[in-house]
């Protein structure tokens, strides 16, 4: 018993120390500019988003056959692939919000013709963003089915009701 409590002290430790020096050298994510350049693809950041549930599938998957492995490589791979998983789905989060919210989506206010349709594509950006948080706080991979589902909202979106 005490030697589990000790291993799973490790684990912590060596996680915490993973996060907090990822913190300190992690380049910041940038959704493309901040600025009204007027160069904008969607394509290219809806299959960003694609290849990023896609890392964080593969990441739970490997977690959860590395999950009660003991040994020093397990553990650190285990570790390894828990920020992979952490930083794409903040990388989701991240263009979502800096990129489609903020830039590509305009606000329309209440009464004015198309606020209904504005309110459901705000709520459709949530989604995404919503579901990339649940993907940071499991390994079920079930939670990536409706990562997947919320991107494809956002392509049916951007596909069909802007100009590219």
């Keep these: 018993m005490l030697k589990s409590i000790v291993i799973a002290a490790a684990l912590l430790v060596s996680a915490a120390a ?3 020096l990822l913190n300190q050298t992690a380049p910041s994510v940038q959704a493309h500019c901040q600025v009204p350049c007027g160069i904008f693809d969607e394509d290219a950041r809806l299959k960003a988003l694609y290849e990023d549930a896609a890392t964080i599938e593969k990441a739970m998957n490997l977690m959860n ?3 009660g492995k003991t040994d020093a490589q397990s553990q ?4 390894r692939w828990t920020i992979t998983k952490e930083e794409h789905a903040e990388r ?3 263009v979502t919000s800096a990129y489609f919210l903020a830039q590509r989506l305009k606000p329309v206010a209440p009464g004015d013709e198309g606020y209904d349709e504005y309110l459901r594509q705000l709520a459709q950006h949530h989604s995404l963003i919503i579901a990339a948080m649940k993907s ?3 390994t079920e991979t079930d939670v990536v089915v409706t990562l997947r589902d919320a991107i494809h909202d ?3 979106i ?7």
């Design 18 to 20: 993973g996060l907090s």
């Design 154 to 156: 956002l392509e049916h």
């Design 136 to 138: 940071k706080q499991t």
């Design 92 to 94: 989701i989060i991240t």
């Design 158 to 164: 951007w596909s069909e009701t802007h100009d590219h």
């Design 65 to 67: 056959e590395l999950a």
């Design 76 to 79: 650190q791979q285990f570790i």
